[in-house]
């Protein structure tokens, strides 16, 4: 876990909107993605302190879906995803918020910059081959490569383990969707000077909408997945102003 930004970053503005500007927040989930709510956000865990500058523990896994849905249904998705020997697997993806509205379990990804959306380093170490046969069998009706342990890997795990929850959570009523939570203005290092808060020095980063959707543009060439429609697996994409009133 990532340690929290103070005035600034995905995760301080996540938490800012979610304790700040709540309503707000999910009348624009619920205007972009049609879900009417109400939505129940799951809380995270504590953490030792000393660890965590938060003091909170994110969800990791799928350990959460266990005070959501029946006990046989929590089994088969746990005993199939256990059934891929990928290393620390219970610490394999860490969400940053989850939400349940409507029957559906949002797994929220939240960006501050275009710069966290990909990375140049190639994913999975050891358990490498087995995490890319993990997303090729989740997602069987997609052409799914090496290039998925690259710089888009975030995304295709996230989408490849959605499906794997879609397929059994739909056989109940209920359904999985991987939402991801773009903040405009949302990356700007400021301090407190005589009283006055000034901008860092080069603490502030291209997070206009624009260069958002140019980068996703690139992951989904990268990936294959330009002309696939995902609306199985993604909700439509929310844009969010963090600094409405500059």
């Given amino acids: 876990m990532a340690q929290i930004g103070h005035g600034y970053g995905s995760e301080f503005q996540l938490l800012r909107f979610l304790g700040h500007h709540r309503h707000f927040l999910e009348s624009t989930i619920s205007s972009t993605t049609g879900f009417k709510g109400p939505f129940d956000w799951i809380d995270f865990g504590f953490a030792d302190r000393m660890k965590s500058i938060s003091g909170d523990l994110e969800n990791k896994g799928l350990l959460f879906l266990e005070n959501i849905i029946d006990k046989e249904t929590y089994k088969s998705i746990d005993e199939e995803y256990k059934s891929y020997k990928i290393t620390d697997l219970d610490n394999w993806q860490n969400w940053d918020a989850i939400a349940v509205v409507d029957k559906t379990i ?38 799914v490569t090496e290039e998925w342990l690259m710089t888009y890997y975030q995304f295709a795990n996230r989408i490849a383990t959605t499906a794997l929850l879609e397929k059994h959570l739909s056989k109940i009523g209920f359904h999985a969707k991987a939402l991801f939570i773009y903040f405009i203005n949302g990356y700007c290092k400021r301090i407190e000077e005589d009283r006055r808060i000034i901008e860092v020095e080069g603490g502030k980063k291209d997070t206009s909408e624009a260069s958002f959707k140019k980068e996703i543009e690139k992951e989904l060439l990268e990936l294959g997945l330009s002309n696939i429609p995902l609306e199985k697996y993604v909700a439509p994409h929310i844009f969010i102003d963090a600094n409405p009133s500059k």
Wanted: no cysteine; aromatic share 2%; glycine share 14%.
């Fill in 106 to 143: 949002l797994l929220v990804e939240a960006k501050a910059h275009k710069g966290e959306i990909g990375d140049k380093n190639r994913h999975g170490g050891k358990s490498g081959k087995e995490i890319l046969r993990f997303m090729q069998d989740q997602l069987p009706e997609i052409k």
